[in-house]
């Protein structure tokens, strides 16, 4: 993660391609209040926006970033540029729909009928 002084400069790319950001953060700041940041700053006109913070999956260095952690014990020395732009991945993962879960119950309630054959012979 770019780092100017205790600060880190960070831009975050959804998933269209499109950035938010770069903005400043200390490293101290927790993945969870980054992503309280993040909601704040989504755009209105986008429609996957997410609902809440367990919406939000942000990887930097090809991992995901666990809520209770800070910026500085995230930070990977692959990802320090001086001066520059640290970018994060987000990902938005809505909570399942009930139309979703019935739609998956019915399945494996399908999958889990056991079928007979029953064979009719001549003696």
């Not at 993945?31 to 367990?54: G, Y």
Request: glycine share 6%; hydrophobic share 30%.
């Amino acid at each position: 993660m770019s780092k100017t002084g205790d600060q880190l400069e960070i831009k975050f790319r959804l998933t269209d391609g499109s950035d938010i950001g770069p903005k400043c953060f200390p490293a101290a700041t927790t993945v969870s209040n980054l992503k309280e940041s993040l909601l704040a700053q989504w755009p209105q006109e986008k429609l996957n926006a997410p609902r809440t913070v367990k919406d939000v999956k942000i990887i930097s260095a090809g991992r995901i970033l666990e809520n209770n952690r800070t910026l500085g014990e995230c930070r990977s020395p692959m990802c320090i540029v001086p001066e520059g732009v640290t970018t994060m991945h987000v990902l938005v993962q809505p909570p399942p729909s009930e139309k979703r879960s019935d739609k998956r119950a019915s399945k494996q309630s399908e999958g889990n009928k056991k079928r007979f054959i029953v064979v009719f012979g001549r003696d």
